[in-house]
């Protein structure tokens, strides 16, 4: 167990739909990062936050967004879905901004009809 | 762009059949090269951090090994609950964030 909880564990949806993913770092962790890992493109960096700021972006598309708030927990807005975002969707955190391991979440299944 | 290759995709190996796994990489400049472990359906179990060629670091049959161009996996008497997909990671001097890019992966299957 990493310490990083997410919710749901799988999610079905139909395609134009919207979906929120949650996620809690694990205890002390100001980082938090979302990764898309889909058969074809493997693990994908989406976006990482930092004690309420982004702080970097990867390939994440216009129709998704995320936020960090107060208590430090993140979550991950998924909007107009279609099939092609069918994908298991990991949460990861870290303790600081150099170098640091990050510690994934058991990530969210998510299944577009 | 930073660029991570990872050999072979698949690896099977029967139980006590020692082997190694490859990571090759392409970063402007490497922060850190990162080891996890990933069960199927899981998330990525964090393994070893190596920062510097010539490091190496050992936890049970494991052993991660880096030069300037790639990372060694070296998996020593394997045993069947080594059967994971193991995937390495290069996180860049150059991004302002910590993002990690990843390999492929090599699924190994361990035989008893």
């Known amino acids: 167990d990493s310490g990083v909880t997410q919710t749901p564990k799988h999610l079905i949806t139909a395609t134009g739909q919207r979906v929120t993913l949650r996620c809690s770092p694990r205890s002390g962790d100001l980082s938090v990062y979302w990764y898309q890992q889909s058969l074809d493109q493997g693990l994908q960096f989406l976006i990482q936050y930092y004690n309420g700021e982004e702080r970097a972006k990867g390939n994440i598309l216009e129709r998704f967004s995320a936020q960090q708030f107060p208590d430090l927990h993140s979550e991950l807005n998924l909007s107009s879905l279609e099939l092609g975002d069918s994908a298991l969707y990991f949460c990861?955190?870290?303790?600081?901004?150099?170098?640091?391991?990050?510690?994934f979440g058991p990530g969210t299944r998510l299944t577009v009809l | 762009e930073d660029q991570v290759t990872q050999s072979p995709e698949a690896l099977r190996l029967q139980e006590g059949e020692s082997s190694s796994l490859n990571c090759s990489y392409t970063?402007?400049?490497?922060?850190?090269l990162f080891w996890y472990r990933q069960d199927p359906g899981k998330g990525p179990e964090f393994l070893f951090t190596l920062y510097s060629a010539g490091e190496e670091k050992e936890k049970e049959r494991l052993k991660a090994t880096l030069t300037k161009k790639e990372s060694f996996l070296h998996i020593t008497a394997p045993k069947p609950e080594d059967s994971a997909t193991y995937l390495c990671?290069?996180?860049?001097?150059?991004?302002?964030?910590?993002?990690?890019?990843f390999g492929g992966g090599t699924r190994l299957m361990v035989k008893p």
């Open positions: 970063v402007s400049g490497l922060r850190g």
């Open positions: 990861a955190s870290s303790g600081g901004l150099m170098r640091n391991e990050q510690f």
């Open positions: 990671a290069v996180q860049a001097t150059d991004n302002a964030g910590n993002m990690l890019t």
